[in-house]
């Protein structure tokens, strides 16, 4: 018998998709994991993380070597200066990040803005918070943010903002102009931004990927979201993390500890690893999926699709 604020949630879609696709024999383009296995010294590299004896718990908050190389990303890539010490926290992957978030920050009644269509885990987290979801639709054909929907989806009642970009499922990436109109609106109404940035190193075209923390005023507001999964291709290591200010990256931690407390040690030293030898074999995995999604666009439209 399911609670009442998870009525309506079901099975998720990932779960029912993969069944599908298991049942027919079909191509399981329903759920984002790769076809391919991560890099090899990635792999290797949790190898000797248990061969050295790492396979108890994990700090509550992370392995330490994880949440420095974390703090060393956030500033390599975006100049973001995270406290490893203090500013981090890892997960069992973005998803845990994002409801440990959730649970620590809202209160009963707080109300959550979702950018709608939206990965179907922040609905049930948003109700497993006791809070109440608020969208704002990003409509066909170019699934822009309109800024005056935005602020229509504000009430004094409005806690949190969840910003995901590279979007999931549309692809879209925020442009800044749609970036600066979030801003704008979390520091008019004292709003916390949450943003799932797992697709971070995978945008196409040249489309340049800016963290919202990067904003004049967002950075003390914002906790950023990713994971190893999507860049990495290792998404059953369910090795993700958080970054931000302390006092947000407290509320998650306080939710977290209480959920999983800490674990995936030897997955969090290849983590660790892989952010700080490993980003050539991102870059060639951006470049073979951008080869491969022009293949199956021309594919189509040779087969009389439309552009």
């Keep these: 018998m399911t609670v009442a604020r998870l009525s309506g949630f079901g099975t998720t879609i990932f779960a029912e998709m993969t069944q599908l696709a298991q049942r027919t024999g079909a191509i399981n383009l329903g759920q984002g994991f790769p076809d391919e296995d991560g890099p090899a010294e990635v792999v290797e590299a949790a190898v000797r993380a248990a061969r050295a004896g790492h396979n108890q718990y994990a700090p509550a908050r992370g392995v330490p070597e994880l949440r420095s190389a974390i703090a060393e990303h956030q500033a390599r890539h975006y100049g973001l200066e995270v406290d490893p010490e203090t500013g981090v926290l890892v997960t069992f992957g973005a998803t845990e990040a994002m409801g440990a978030a959730l649970l620590g920050l809202c209160e009963p009644e707080d109300e959550v803005i979702l950018l709608e269509p939206y990965y179907d885990a922040y609905a049930a987290q948003v109700a497993l918070a006791g809070a109440t979801r608020r969208v704002v639709t990003l ?10 929907a935005l602020r229509a989806a504000v009430t004094p009642r409005t806690r949190v903002i969840v910003v995901n970009s590279p979007h999931n499922p549309t692809g879209r990436v925020l442009a800044r102009e749609e970036l600066a109109a979030l801003a704008e609106v979390c520091l008019e109404h004292d709003l916390i931004a949450l943003t799932d940035e797992v697709y971070e190193h995978l945008t196409f075209d040249g489309a340049e990927h800016v963290p919202l923390a990067t904003l004049p005023g967002m950075a003390e507001r914002t906790l ?12 059953g290591w369910k090795t993700g993390w958080l970054s931000g200010p302390p006092a947000l990256v407290d509320a998650a931690a306080t939710a977290k500890q209480f959920l999983s407390f800490a674990g995936g040690t030897p997955f969090q030293h290849a983590a660790a690893h892989a952010l700080r030898h490993e980003m050539a074999a991102v870059g060639a995995l951006r470049s073979a999926l951008e080869a491969k999604r022009d293949r199956l666009c021309d594919g189509l439209a040779a087969a009389g699709g439309e552009e």
């Design 139 to 148: 409509r066909p054909p170019d699934f822009a943010l309109d800024p005056d």
């Design 224 to 235: 950023t979201i990713s994971s190893l999964g999507k860049s990495f291709s290792l998404t």
